[in-house]
């Protein structure tokens, strides 16, 4: 009997990957929503991502960035703002583009980043902020690592 719960457990976890990618067009001073969404009856738990974005093509003023929501709409746990000439990258671990981020230092915001967690009713919400003066014409990518768990 405890070999075949023990081959149940292993089934009803797996480590998965996704990207979200969003080339829309973004008009200046307006936002998107993106969401990661796991099918009913799972959890995801981040284990790490990657977040891209180049800074909006000709830009001359003002900033973008993103916000990230686990479990609600109201508080973002995961900063990420630039200027308006400069990109947002985050890479596995690293920030290696932002002139702004929340949690604050490299630690802390890998901590938060493996503190995300997503579920059917309280998807991972991942907000774009363009408050630049131009159009935002490059795309958005976001890459997760997650554990795919049954609840």
Same mark, same amino acid.
């Given at each position: #009997? ?14 998965? =990957? @996704? ?39 000709? %830009?001359?003023?003002?900033? =973008?960035?993103?916000? #990230?929501?686990? #479990?609600?709409? !109201? ?18 671990? =690293?920030?290696?583009? %932002?002139? !702004?981020? !929340? ?6 915001? !890998?901590? #938060? ?23 935002? @014409? ?14």
């Amino acid at each position: #009997m405890g070999e075949r719960y023990r081959r149940k457990i292993v089934q009803d976890i797996s480590l998965e =990957h @996704t990207s979200i990618i969003s080339s829309d067009t973004l008009s200046s001073g307006s936002n998107e929503s993106l969401t990661l969404t796991p099918p009913d009856g799972y959890i995801y738990e981040i284990q790490n991502m990657r977040v891209l974005i180049l800074a909006p093509p000709s %830009a001359s003023s003002g900033q =973008h960035y993103v916000l #990230m929501y686990p #479990m609600t709409v !109201n508080i973002p746990v995961i900063r990420l703002w630039s200027q308006y000439n400069k990109a947002i990258k985050y890479v596995y671990g =690293h920030v290696e583009a %932002a002139d !702004n981020y !929340n949690p604050d230092n490299n630690e802390a915001f !890998n901590d #938060m980043v493996r503190n995300l967690v997503a579920t059917k009713d309280y998807p991972l919400l991942i907000k774009y902020f363009n408050d630049t003066d131009v159009d935002q @014409t490059n795309q958005r990518e976001f890459y997760f690592v997650y554990l795919k768990r049954r609840i």
